[in-house]
């Protein structure tokens, strides 16, 4: 990232780097047999696009000064245009060689080995990590007295670049860097050094961003699978709210009432010692209009009855049944759960023998 500029034409700048960097991208996509990745080579002509504003597209695309990232605004007014699109534009055409050309070397080799959508879902996620570490960077620099970062314009994809180099560095081990051997997890940050050396205005801290950007992307990505199936794709971040919705919507449906016994057999909690017969006894059963089943017996009564004409249960939806009951025969004090198979078949023998 850099400083803003004042002008937001670049058609004076247009001759100058271009051809340099269609000439490396010929060298990279030319030469047969040669991997040429899509998504590396459309993020390229993007940025191309959006800085150099040929013909028409200088009207279309926002000017400069309307995307520029800027914590103070973004914060205050939610400018998510700034927040998002200030990651392609840049402020100077040095810049942008320089952006460019270590996108096409290091997306070209990631793209390679991850896939086409694998990368450009990692692209879309560290734009979005980077600018959002590059906004609390600048926040908590701001709460320890320094104001600078905080009000700060700056652009440009460095950030982005700088996590795909993290990415990249992991899954190499270590390099070789002027001949001496450098562990993968401290290449970034020497690369950061070497270009804050070569362009001192660039913007520090979303620099920093961009590199805890590829270190978040990695420690997600060995995280649980809906985290990794995140990554994996957009369509399954949209698809979050509407598997929410049916969630709600079946959980509507299960707490209806009227249910069957089956739904409710459904939703009782597992207990220790006791079956699930024991919880569809325990449970009336409505056979029509004016009848009642026995939760014994399945024998279907009168709705004027207290007792079950079959097997003599109490009707359990009645209040005084099993008061009743208890006066009327001592002997029938068994509760329905405690009634064996055998008490009820010789309860119906004695039914059908009267």
């Known amino acids: 990232m850099g400083i803003s500029m004042s002008r937001d034409r670049y058609d004076a700048r247009a001759g100058q780097t271009l051809p340099l960097l269609a000439f490396l991208m010929l060298l990279k996509y030319g030469p047969a047999g040669a991997a040429r990745p899509p998504v590396t080579a459309a993020l390229i002509a993007a940025n191309a696009l959006v800085y150099f504003r040929p013909g028409d597209l200088d009207a279309l695309l926002p000017r400069l000064r309307q995307v520029t990232f800027n914590p103070h605004l973004i914060i205050k007014y939610g400018d998510l245009r700034r927040f998002f699109l200030s990651a392609f534009y840049h402020t100077n055409e040095a810049q942008f060689f320089m952006n460019m050309t270590s996108l096409l070397r290091t997306g070209a080799q990631l793209e390679a080995s991850m896939g086409s959508s694998e990368f450009a879902s990692m692209v879309v996620s560290l734009v979005g990590l980077s600018q959002g570490f590059t906004l609390l960077l600048s926040k908590g620099l701001l709460s320890l007295g320094n104001h600078v970062p905080y ?154 009855a207290d007792v079950c004409e079959m097997c003599s249960t109490p009707h359990q939806d009645r209040g005084f049944s099993r008061r009743r009951h208890l006066q009327e025969g001592g002997n029938r004090e068994l509760s329905v759960e405690e009634l064996s198979v055998e008490e009820i078949r010789r309860r119906r023998l004695q039914r059908f023998e009267k």
């Open 151 to 304: 009000y700060h314009f700056s652009a440009g994809f460095s950030g982005v670049v700088l996590g795909m180099n993290v990415v990249l560095n992991a899954r190499a081990g270590d390099v070789v860097c002027f001949g001496v051997a450098i562990p993968a997890k401290y290449v970034a940050w020497l690369e950061l050094l070497l270009v804050q050396a070569l362009n001192p205005e660039a913007h520090l801290v979303g620099n920093v961003g961009g590199i805890l950007a590829g270190l978040a992307y990695l420690v997600l990505r060995r995280g649980t699978e809906p985290l990794d199936l995140m990554f994996s794709g957009i369509a399954d971040i949209v698809s979050q709210p509407v598997r929410f919705a049916g969630r709600l919507l079946r959980s509507a449906a299960a707490h209806r009432p009227g249910r069957s016994v089956q739904g409710h057999v459904a939703s009782l909690p597992r207990e220790t010692g006791r079956s699930v017969q024991g919880h569809v006894a325990s449970l009336p059963r409505e056979s029509g209009q004016g009848m009642w089943g026995c939760t014994a017996c399945s024998y279907d009564n009168s709705r004027c």
